[in-house]
């Protein structure tokens, strides 16, 4: 074989990889979202990308750039999988964490971030906020200050990652929201009524479901949808995150 031939064959056998589909994308201003699974997503706006809870392997980061920071909410493995961090990270990559996350990340110079601290990394302003559940039977799976919800400015918005969480009062005070990403799913968060409820009390421009498969499948997204439209200013946008 001369060399073009071996190069066509290694591309041919590299291809499938490539072109790996994706679930589709949304912008909103100069923010492309795109969702990659359950909890997990990039968001990039001009030269800055940032990765949220990256698991799944490198390969299902395959064809975006990488991420000038990386956000970590939580421990579990929806949320944190060291191995895809490790993957998807470059020189220069910034990861953000709360201290439960950065203890299992060891050495990979994480900063670590309480709920109620902020921080400038990979050039995006992060604010971490609080993430909780407010049922007392739902208590065990995320209590108060293990994991971090986010707010990043970024292109000039800004931005809400939830993280695991019901419809905590923090939620409700948020102010100036651009773009929500907000988690319902039973047992582990919460109902879309409760979500709901609370959208339209922080009122974010644009909101989008995330975290929506629970034990008993998908979540109503069309209820949810429902009653946010009671607020005609609110966009919910309904993106597939369970591509598999
Ligand atoms: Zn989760």
Request: overall charge negative; aromatic content about 6%; some cysteine.
């Amino acid at each position: 074989m001369n060399r073009c031939a071996v190069l066509l064959a290694l591309m041919l056998v590299a291809a499938p990889v490539l072109t790996q589909a994706m679930p589709a994308s949304s912008i909103v201003g100069s923010l492309t979202v795109q969702p990659v699974s359950h909890a997990t997503l990039a968001l990039t706006s001009g030269e800055t990308t940032i990765f949220v809870d990256p698991v799944g392997g490198g390969e299902a980061f395959a064809g975006l750039p990488g991420p000038d920071l990386i956000l970590i909410t939580d421990i579990h493995g929806d949320h944190l999988d060291p191995e895809t961090v490790a993957a998807v990270a470059r020189e220069g990559t910034a990861i953000v964490a709360p201290r439960s996350v950065a203890e299992r990340l060891e050495g990979k110079g994480v900063k670590v971030l309480a709920n109620g601290e902020s921080i400038e990394a990979g050039g995006v302003s992060v604010e971490a906020v609080p993430m909780y559940n407010l049922t007392e039977e739902r208590a065990q799976y995320h209590a108060k200050g293990r994991g971090n919800g986010y707010v990043v400015t970024v292109g000039g918005l800004r931005v809400y990652i939830s993280g695991d969480t019901e419809d905590i009062p923090e939620m409700r005070a948020l102010e100036g929201i651009d773009v929500a990403f907000v988690c319902m799913n039973l047992p582990y968060t919460m109902e879309v009524e409760k979500a709901a409820d609370a959208v339209l009390e922080f009122k974010p421009r644009v909101v989008f479901p995330y975290h929506y498969r629970g034990q008993g499948g998908m979540s109503d997204l069309e209820k949810f949808r429902q009653i946010v439209s009671r607020d005609p200013e609110i966009d919910v946008r309904v993106l597939d995150w369970y591509p598999d």
